[in-house]
């Protein structure tokens, strides 16, 4: 039985070993892949994938000849073709709790830095300029400040529960929760263009999809206030990217704290490193040793569960693949 990692950026492959162990005859491949040919030729002949950042086009799964499971290090699977995988009866997997302390901390870190200006002032002292009054937004304390949440699933109401602590106020848009599961979790529902207008802090929570893609347009931004700010730790591509740009250029919004961006790395040079009303950091909001370990291990695991004829926990086509492998 042959699992290949196609690639990874953890220190070792211990936590993957750990969840494969009960395979017997196993042979684990560090296949150090960096695009589509690297794939095909080392995935031909494997029962399963691990996958970090690689593409797995349809060209790479048509030529897989025997996988039964794909499996994602972390939440998303938009860098895996879900519908050829799943017409060729292929499991799509992820470890999605692996990081909801991470994301939900690092969202609050923002907000409250944004709500400080801690960049800027810290910037503002490493260029010889000290003094509260010297910077250009006026500070707003976060408490009766309201954060709307694109997206309000289990992350997002972890944030939602402690941001109760700073007194801040709680609003969301999401299709597929309830006016009364929102409540329970302590935010109104409303719709998209509401919580844009009357959110002093958007925060994007959604995972991203052909639907979710450029959702945040030029349109949404223009409704929001201009004291307010973005906060995204879900997906760069979630927000129209140069439409941001320009609204945050032009001051039409206070700026924005982003974790991801529509193209990864950001590159030197790009106009939101040159903004000093923006935060960034490099898609970093999930990583603390507990959390890299959980994302190796229950992704493996996944893997494991297939090849052991078992349901997988966390399969996003598990009833299409089933049915595709009935006939």
């Not at 439409?243 to 982003?258: D, F, P, S, T």
Request: charged share 25%; hydrophobic share 40%.
């Amino acid at each position: 039985m042959k699992v290949v990692v196609a690639d990874y950026e953890f220190p070792n492959l211990d936590p993957d070993k750990e969840a494969l162990k009960d395979l017997a005859g196993l042979e684990l491949v560090d296949a150090k892949c960096t695009n589509e040919d690297e794939l095909i030729a080392a995935c031909a002949d494997t029962d399963g994938l691990l996958n970090q950042y690689n593409y797995i086009t349809p060209r790479v799964i048509d030529s897989m000849k025997k996988c039964k499971v794909i499996s994602t290090y972390g939440i998303g699977v938009d860098k895996i073709n879900l519908e050829a995988a799943t017409k060729k009866g292929i499991y799509v997997c992820n470890s999605p709790e692996y990081n909801e302390y991470e994301v939900c901390d690092h969202t609050i870190m923002l907000i409250l830095a944004l709500s400080r200006q801690m960049v800027q002032l810290d910037r503002a002292i490493h260029n010889g300029v000290y003094g509260v009054m010297k910077i250009d937004n006026r500070l707003y304390r976060p408490y009766g400040q309201t954060v709307g949440f694109v997206g309000f699933g289990r992350i997002a109401k972890q944030i939602a529960e402690k941001l109760k602590l700073f007194g801040m106020k709680s609003i969301c848009y999401d299709p597929f929760q309830s006016a009364e599961q929102c409540a329970a979790a302590g935010a109104e529902k409303m719709e998209l263009d509401d919580v844009m207008k009357q959110a002093d802090f958007v925060s994007i929570n959604v995972s991203l999809t052909d639907k979710t893609r450029h959702m945040i347009g030029a349109h949404e931004i223009g409704l929001m206030k201009p004291t307010a700010y973005i906060v995204n730790c879900g997906r760069g591509a979630i927000i129209d990217e140069p439409a941001m740009v320009e609204a945050l250029q032009e001051k039409r919004i206070y700026g924005a704290a982003l974790d991801t961006f529509e193209v990864e790395p950001i590159k030197p040079g790009h106009p939101l490193l040159a903004l000093d009303n923006v935060i960034t950091t490099p898609h970093s909001a999930w990583n603390t040793q507990e959390s890299m370990y959980s994302m190796q291990y229950v992704a493996a695991r996944q893997v494991a569960l297939v090849l052991q004829g078992q349901k997988p926990v966390h399969c996003v086509n598990y009833d299409a693949v089933q049915e595709v492998l009935k006939g």
